[in-house]
C-alpha cells in the first residue's frame, strides 16, 4: 500500500511540474481522434471484462444452488427411500383394481 501511495505522489508531481511548464505544443486534430479512440477502446475492453466477471458470479451462484438442492433432494430420497422398486411393490400390493373388484363380487 505504501508503494502504492508513492506511485501516486510521484505521478502527481510530475503531471504539476508538466502543467506549471509552458509550452508551445500544438495538438492536431488527427492526434486527438486517435487518442479519443484508443480511449473508447480502453474503456470497452475493461466493460466486456466486467460483463464476463458478472455472468462467471452468477453461473458458479446457480451451480451452488443447485448442488445444494440436488444433496438436500438425495438425502430426501435416502430418508424416505424413493425409488423404482419400492413403488413397483407399493402398486402391486396396493392393487385398487384387486380391491375394486372385491368390493363389487362381495355380498
Not at 392393487?95 to 355380498?107: A, H, T, Y
Amino acid at each position: 500500500m505504501k508503494r502504492n501511495v508513492e506511485d501516486i505522489k510521484k505521478i502527481e508531481e510530475i503531471l504539476v511540474t508538466a502543467h506549471r511548464i509552458e509550452s508551445n505544443f500544438v495538438v492536431t486534430q488527427e492526434w486527438q481522434e486517435r487518442v479519443m479512440k484508443h480511449i473508447c477502446q480502453i474503456a470497452a475492453s475493461k466493460i466486456q471484462i466486467n460483463d464476463d466477471r458478472v455472468f462467471s458470479k452468477i453461473i458458479w451462484r446457480f451451480a451452488t444452488a443447485v448442488s445444494v438442492f440436488a444433496g438436500i433432494f438425495l438425502l430426501y430420497a435416502i430418508n424416505t427411500d424413493v425409488n423404482h422398486e419400492s413403488v413397483m411393490v407399493n402398486m402391486f400390493l396396493n392393487d385398487p383394481l384387486n380391491f375394486i373388484v372385491s368390493q363389487i363380487v362381495s355380498p
